[in-house]
């Protein structure tokens, strides 16, 4: 018993300030802080709103003259990417410069990173990291380097998007405004989560879709609530600024309506299966390439000069083979870039895309290609996201099924867009499990809400059929399972007990009378075999103070002060704990005060004593039911034990 009561002690003073903190982060925020959060997050949603026009508008300018000016490649292009037209028409093709051109843009990137190593990949991943592992505190750094990789990365032909680097961006922005207003971990982490909605937005033009994606992309099962509506605020504010300056256009056009049928709904869960498969395929080929390029000697600045290389030749080899096909030897097909250029040649149909059994071949072909060409620009070390390939392989496949399901079933009326667009939104929503906000981006992205049911339907299958298998790393299951909601899950648990129900009421403690001499008082404490706080009462049996162990140990060793000294000169202030307080309350008092064990007064009489151990018995069960829930013994069965102590 001794054993453990010790134990539990040394982690009490080692974590004690943790809980500390974590006490004073969960109280419930009153309406001056909570005003004062949404001032914060419209300052991150304009910061985010300027920074995201000038990187989207860098990268279109730098692609239109390095890949189509330069190289005379020919991408394609969604509606709403129609930025820099005046440019002109691309210049004659050059392969040779566009297998290399992605390489040069890797060795960038790789050389500029070192600056900021979580600028690497695609960012989404960093971002959910530093929610939960770094209370939300990105390095101010990552804007600046994060920008430049990315453009780097992108203008050179990577295959990646955009709102990726703009979640880790959006995100440092949310926590430089932070730090500079010097806010709160709790306000920190919503302004982060603030900056990460506004990044999307600007980028996506999806203001509703984005905030949603922002405080659900965090964990598995669950979304961070406190954050959605700074998050909505930022969005909208970020989104405000973008379309001033570039206009207001969806990203994909869509110009027909899609009629609801019930009949189609099996056809769509059908899809959401073999869309949960290729999610899966997707995500192991990604780690896959990541791992193999992780193992590879050299300096680690070239790996993603190397992925360039590699995906310059994989572009360059498919544009040879599908040139009589789609008519130019330069003509994009959507593996370079984003990949919404195909996303809108699979909606609205074009010339060089063929009907029924032959589209969805090519198509399926299509898909598998972005799949290799995204892994190889993101696993390699390159900055772009990985949030538009998934959106554009989901849209590609979709497309493919709906093209071999209308030539199965000619007699009824199926239209592959429809299938797209779902596919957009259920490849995506599954394996970044994030059904919710994936359906609200693609019926924002489309500018309607005519596919919502089948939507809600195959995003529902798919999230449940990619369980086990997650883009993101850095997700936690659910919000109990975040190091920085677990601690104040814990404060809760304390807040709900009060003192009264653990304190040691049995009045078998020692007290001194203020002229008790010290070295009678060290004769009853070298006896205690419990108590190391001696309350110090008059004689009507007031309470006027304490006198730890500790202290009368210390002067002790100060030689002739033991032999003159007395209760009075040795004892502190006993403080205000009572009965009804609550764990939490007491918790405070035990760090504040530095002590082990606290006096319980009810009427300035001492009437009970509260050991910090026994909390510290409430605080691991606590822990116990956040790691394992069900399986930890309850808060009942804490008491009766730390009682026992």
């Known amino acids: 018993m001794l054993r453990r009561l010790a ?17 004073a982060e969960s109280a419930p925020l009153d309406l001056r802080i909570v005003g004062r959060t949404l001032l914060h997050a419209a300052l991150v949603g304009v910061a985010a709103g300027i920074v995201g026009a000038l990187f989207f508008g860098g990268i279109e300018l730098l692609q239109r003259v390095l890949l189509e000016k330069l190289c005379g490649y020919q991408p394609l292009r969604a509606h709403g990417e129609t930025f820099a037209d005046f440019l002109g028409d691309p210049g004659p093709y050059r392969p040779w410069l566009l297998v290399l051109l992605p390489a040069l843009g890797g060795v960038g990137c ?5 600056l900021a190593r979580e600028a690497k990949g695609g960012g989404a991943d960093t971002t959910i990291e530093a929610f939960h592992e770094h209370r939300g505190s990105l390095r101010a750094r990552v804007i600046g380097v994060k920008a430049i990789a990315s453009t780097l990365t992108l203008a050179t032909g990577g295959s990646g998007g955009r709102e990726g680097p703009t979640i880790l961006i959006g995100g440092a922005l949310g926590s430089l ?39 659900e992309i965090l964990y598995r099962d669950g979304f961070e609530s406190d954050a959605l509506v700074p998050s909505v605020l930022a969005s909208v504010i970020a989104y405000s600024v973008v379309t001033s300056l570039y206009g207001e256009s969806t990203l994909i056009a869509v110009d027909v309506r899609f009629k609801f ?15 949960a498969a290729a999610g899966a395929l997707f995500v192991k080929i990604f780690r896959a390439m990541r791992g193999g390029f992780s193992r590879l000697p050299g300096p680690e600045w070239l790996r993603p000069g190397l992925g360039g290389l590699m995906l310059g030749a994989v572009a360059v080899g498919v544009l040879a083979l599908a040139a009589p096909h789609v008519g130019g030897a330069g003509q994009g097909l959507g593996l370079l870039g984003g990949g919404y250029g195909a996303v809108q040649a699979v909606v609205s149909g074009t010339d060089w895309l063929p009907t029924g059994i032959g589209a969805a071949g090519m198509l399926l072909v299509l898909a598998l290609g972005k799949m290799v060409t995204s892994s190889l620009t993101i696993g390699s070390g390159g900055s772009a ?27 009824v009326a199926i239209d592959p867009a429809a299938f797209a667009l779902v596919g957009m939104g259920t490849f995506y929503g599954g394996i970044a499990h994030v059904p919710l906000s994936a359906l609200v981006l693609v019926c924002e992205l489309a500018g309607n809400y005519d596919l919502l049911v089948p939507l809600m339907l195959s995003g529902g299958i798919a999230f449940i059929a990619l369980r086990k298998s997650s883009l993101y790393e850095a997700q936690v299951p659910t919000v109990q399972d975040s190091p920085v909601h677990r601690d104040a899950a ?11 129900q653990l304190m040691r009421a049995d009045g078998s403690w020692v007290s001194f009378r203020p002229k008790t001499p010290a070295v009678e008082m060290l004769r009853y404490v070298e006896d205690a075999d419990w108590q190391e706080v001696f309350p110090v009462v008059e004689d009507g049996g007031g309470i006027v103070g304490l006198v730890s162990a500790e202290a009368l140990r210390s002067l002790a060793l100060g030689g002739e002060a033991i032999s003159w000294a007395l209760a009075a000169d040795a004892m502190r202030a006993a403080g205000d704990l009572g009965p009804g307080d609550d764990l939490r309350r007491a918790a405070q008092l035990f760090v504040s005060r530095d002590l082990r064990q606290l006096p319980v007064i009810d009427g300035g009489r001492v009437v009970g004593f509260l050991d910090e151990a026994q909390i510290a018995q409430i605080y691991l069960t606590a822990i116990d039911r956040a790691e394992a829930p069900g399986s930890a ?13």
């Open 385 to 411: 996201g990985d949030f538009a390939p998934s959106l554009a392989i989901g849209a590609v496949l979709g497309g493919a099924f709906g093209h071999a399901a209308k030539s199965v079933f000619p007699g």
């Open 633 to 645: 013994p309850s808060l009942e069965a804490a008491d009766r034990k730390a009682g026992q102590q």
């Open 7 to 23: 134990r539990l002690r040394a982690w009490w003073r080692r974590d004690s300030r943790v809980l500390a903190n974590a006490l």
């Open 110 to 114: 790789g050389l500029v990173t070192r």
């Open 490 to 500: 814990l404060a809760d648990a304390l807040r709900g007990m009060h003192v009264d």
């Open 261 to 275: 049928v019930p009949a189609l709904l099996p056809l769509f869960a059908l899809q959401a299966l073999l869309l």
């Open 177 to 215: 405004v932070a730090r500079l207003l010097h806010v709160s971990a709790r306000e920190r982490r919503i302004l982060l989560v603030a900056g990460t909605a506004a990044g999307i937005s600007a980028v996506f033009r999806t203001p509703l879709g984005a905030a949603l994606l922002a405080v």
